[in-house]
């Protein structure tokens, strides 16, 4: 295999690779953004109610904890499309290959090697409905 095709495949999955790292930082950022307004709100109701500060203090803790589980579930979801669909890719790659050299010497194949192709794409549905099940829930 020449030098240019492995640098094309690996430049593209590490463009696919960067892509899917950016949008869980995005996601981890927005979501600890989102908590922090939250817990300005709080403290200000909490200042207005002259709360202990024990309290306070407690409230902030779970804030804290609920902000890093939920960048974690963009982290985990990221992971979860990123390794299927990069799985995904080489499997129809392979398959694909060993199909289509199949059909070359015999075309009555093509409707028994072409759904073999079809599976292989179904991993990539499958670690997106897997990170659509991490957000979700």
Same mark, same amino acid.
């Given at each position: 295999?020449?030098?240019?095709?492995?640098?094309?495949?690996?430049?593209?999955?590490?463009? /696919? =690779? #960067?892509?899917?790292? =950016?949008?869980?930082?995005?996601?981890?950022?927005?979501?600890?953004?989102?908590?922090?307004?939250?817990?300005?709100? *709080?403290?200000?109701?909490?200042?207005?109610?002259?709360?202990?500060?024990?309290?306070?203090?407690?409230?902030?803790?779970?804030?804290?904890?609920?902000?890093?589980?939920?960048?974690?579930?963009?982290?985990?979801? #990221?992971?979860?499309?990123?390794? #299927?669909?990069?799985?995904? =890719? /080489?499997?129809?790659?392979?398959? @694909?290959? $060993?199909?289509?050299?199949?059909?070359? *010497?015999? $075309?009555?194949?093509? =409707?028994? $090697?072409?759904?073999?192709?079809?599976?292989?794409? @179904?991993?990539?549905?499958?670690?997106?409905?897997?990170?659509?099940? /991490? /957000?979700?829930?």
């Amino acid at each position: 295999m020449p030098v240019k095709e492995v640098f094309m495949k690996t430049s593209k999955i590490m463009m /696919i =690779g #960067a892509l899917l790292a =950016g949008f869980s930082i995005f996601g981890a950022v927005a979501q600890t953004a989102a908590v922090s307004d939250e817990q300005a709100v *709080e403290a200000q109701s909490q200042n207005e109610q002259n709360v202990v500060v024990a309290d306070n203090a407690s409230a902030q803790e779970v804030s804290k904890a609920e902000s890093a589980d939920g960048a974690l579930k963009y982290v985990a979801a #990221a992971i979860a499309v990123g390794v #299927a669909c990069i799985a995904g =890719g /080489i499997a129809v790659g392979k398959i @694909g290959a $060993a199909a289509m050299g199949a059909m070359s *010497e015999n $075309a009555e194949l093509s =409707g028994k $090697a072409l759904p073999f192709v079809g599976l292989a794409e @179904g991993i990539c549905l499958w670690g997106f409905l897997v990170a659509l099940l /991490i /957000i979700i829930l």
